[in-house]
Every structure is written in structure tokens, then in C-alpha cells.
T-cell receptor
Framework: DADVTQTPRNRITKTGKRIMLECSQT?????MYWYRQDPGLGLRLIYY???????NKGEISDGYSVSRQAQAKFSLSLESAIPNQTALYFC????????????FGPGTRLTVL | DAKTTQPNSMESNEEEPVHLPCNHS???????IHWYRQLPSQGPEYVIH???SNVNNRMASLAIAEDRKSSTLILHRATLRDAAVYYC????????????????FGQGTILTVHP
């Protein structure tokens, strides 16, 4: 079984809808991250969480919110989806004392019509 | 944040060595050099990282210039499976800093491996 899983893997939705992307990990890591990737570009950090009670904005947090329900779960929400949020979304985890090595999930492809 | 510069693309033949360069002239003393790669339709995966000394692991080697303003990821024998986008990333290791633990991805180098 994969250490970092994301659901759904693909989602098509309409403008204005609320969408939640979920991430679960079995690695026991404290740190979790949400990135988005647009075609031809690298990944950009949306939000990150160093532990259950610590959530921080990344470089492109506008239009997104997150919830860290437990050490193993980190959800990303789009309260009112818009077309320019169409992208590939990745969740990642890392250890508290060795944050440099991040482990990524398989990604969620989101299309907002 | 210190930036990195990588070639947009490189090509190699299977079973030949590949040297992927990265320039980071504004690197700070607390920046580690990390390399990740992203295979088609997958999330990025960690390759290697280092601070000042050259590093080796089962996947690759990392050669760091003495002034730390550039580095080279070395794949000793490229395989078709090594075709991916390779990202060179500087990561702030200063504990407690607001950027601590964050990875900032650039556009990377697209590596094509020919049979």
C-alpha cells in the first residue's frame, strides 16, 4: 500500500462548487504539505502543517483552506472553485527532524469548468 | 529566497552518464541543495541532498562546487526510467525561520533518455 494517498485522483467540477481534496499518510510524519502544479511549471506551495495544531500559509493560499484532522490526515478545500484552480494537486509529508526529504502522493487532477 | 537556474532540457543515451547542472549564485550559508525528480504522471521523489561535500547514494551523486554557487547531479548510467523532470532546490535549514522546511520548486530540467 502507498504511504501517501490522495482522494479523489481525478475530479471535474463546476465554477462555484465547494471541493475537498483529502490526503492520508501512514508514514507517521508530523509535517504535511499541499502543492499545486500547473502545466509546464514547477510545484507551488499552498499550505503546510508542522503538526496538528500548526498550519501555515504557503505562497499561493488565496482561495484555499485546509484542515489537519489528525496527524495522518490533511485536507485541502476550495470553498468556491474557479477555473484558474484547474491544476494537479499534490500532498506531501516529511519528518519533523528531517524535513528535507518530502514524500509525495500520486496527485489529484482537478478540472474546474 | 535564493534561486536556482537549470537548463530547460537535456538529452542522454541509455547507459551513459548524465550530468545535470544547477547554478545558485545567491545561496546562503544555511541553504542545503536538494534534488528531486518527477517521473511522468507521478509526484516528485527525493533524489539526494548536500551542503558542502559531495554526496553519493544509490540513485545518484551530487557534486558541489567549492564556492557552493553551483552543483551537478550525476546519474552514472542513465536508464529509460530516469527520464523525468529534475528539480534543483535550495532549502533553508535555519531552524525556526519562517521558510524552514519549505521546498521551492522551479521549472526544472526535462531529461530525455534515448534507447
Amino acid at each position: 500500500d502507498a504511504d501517501v494517498t490522495q482522494t479523489p485522483r481525478n475530479r471535474i467540477t463546476k465554477t462555484g462548487k465547494r471541493i475537498m481534496l483529502e490526503c492520508s499518510q501512514t508514514k507517521g510524519h508530523d509535517r504535511m504539505y499541499w502543492y499545486r502544479q500547473d502545466p509546464g511549471l514547477g510545484l507551488r506551495l499552498i499550505y503546510y502543517s508542522f503538526d496538528v495544531k500548526d498550519i501555515n500559509k504557503g505562497e499561493i493560499s488565496d482561495g484555499y483552506s485546509v484542515s489537519r484532522q489528525a496527524q495522518a490526515k490533511f485536507s485541502l478545500s476550495l470553498e468556491s472553485a474557479i477555473p484558474n484552480q484547474t491544476a494537479l494537486y499534490f500532498c506531501a509529508t516529511s519528518e519533523r527532524d528531517y524535513p528535507g526529504e518530502q514524500f509525495f502522493g500520486p496527485g489529484t487532477r482537478l478540472t474546474v469548468l | 529566497d535564493a534561486k536556482t537556474t537549470q537548463p530547460n532540457s537535456m538529452e542522454s543515451n541509455e547507459e551513459e552518464p548524465v550530468h545535470l547542472p544547477c547554478n545558485h549564485s545567491t545561496i546562503s550559508g544555511t541553504d542545503y541543495i536538494h534534488w528531486y525528480r518527477q517521473l511522468p504522471s507521478q509526484g516528485p521523489e527525493y533524489v539526494i541532498h548536500g551542503l558542502t561535500s559531495n554526496v553519493n547514494n544509490r540513485m545518484a551523486s551530487l557534486a558541489i562546487a567549492e564556492d557552493r554557487k553551483s552543483s551537478t547531479l550525476i546519474l552514472h548510467r542513465a536508464t529509460l526510467r530516469d527520464a523525468a523532470v529534475y528539480y534543483c532546490i535550495l532549502r533553508d535549514e535555519h531552524g525556526g525561520g519562517t521558510s524552514y522546511g519549505k521546498l521551492t520548486f522551479g521549472q526544472g530540467t526535462i531529461l530525455t533518455v534515448h534507447p
